[in-house]
Every structure is written in C-alpha cells, then in structure tokens.
C-alpha cells in the first residue's frame, strides 16, 4: 500500500514552495504532481492541426516525494503516516501523531 495517493492533501516541507500546501494530482515512482506547487513556465508552439494556441504556459512540475508530507487537519501540520490492518482485515494509514484514521 502506497503511503501517498492521488487526491490526498499534503504540504510541502522543502524547496521554494516550502509550506504550502494542496492536492496530489498525479503519483509517479519518485515523484508527485501537487496542485498550484512548482510552477514553471513552458514556451509552447502553437498546433493549428488541434487549435493549441502558442505562447508561454504555467504548469505544475513533479516534486520529489521526500518533500511532502500528508496534511493534518487537526494539528494543521505535515504529519508522518503510518500503515495498520484493522480487525477486519483492511489495511489503512493513520497519522502517527494521533493515530487518526486516513483513509475513510
């Protein structure tokens, strides 16, 4: 089970968006793609064949996945997150500071 998944929210604990904080739009092997985070700007050529204008685009870039971490509501901070198998046999992540269940 992977500690990070798409659609989590997480704050960023290094670089220059250091503290912010969004929602994971894409999990790659090392790497995350979180909302609004790491912008850059690409210069495009324009496609009329699929009507793409050109000019200079913003995106967001991937982080690596040691830079984030999951967002705690309650603490209002990044938090470590642990994995656990419930009596039932579902394996869930929990904060490790609280032990609050992540997954619902």
Not at 1 to 15: A, E, L, P, W, Y
Not at 57 to 78: A, C, F
């Amino acid at each position: 089970m992977q500690k990070i998944k798409t659609g989590d929210h997480v704050v960023v604990i290094s670089g220059k968006d250091r503290g912010r904080t969004g929602n994971v739009l894409k999990v790659m092997p090392e790497h995350v793609l979180v909302e609004n985070i790491n912008m850059a700007k690409c210069h495009t050529k324009p496609n009329p064949a699929k009507g793409e204008p050109g000019g200079i685009v913003e995106k967001e870039m991937p982080v690596h996945i040691s830079n984030i971490q999951h967002y705690n509501s309650l603490t209002k901070k990044g938090d470590r997150v642990g994995i656990k198998i419930l009596e039932d046999g579902r394996a869930v992540r929990y904060f490790k500071s609280n032990g609050e269940v992540v997954d619902v």
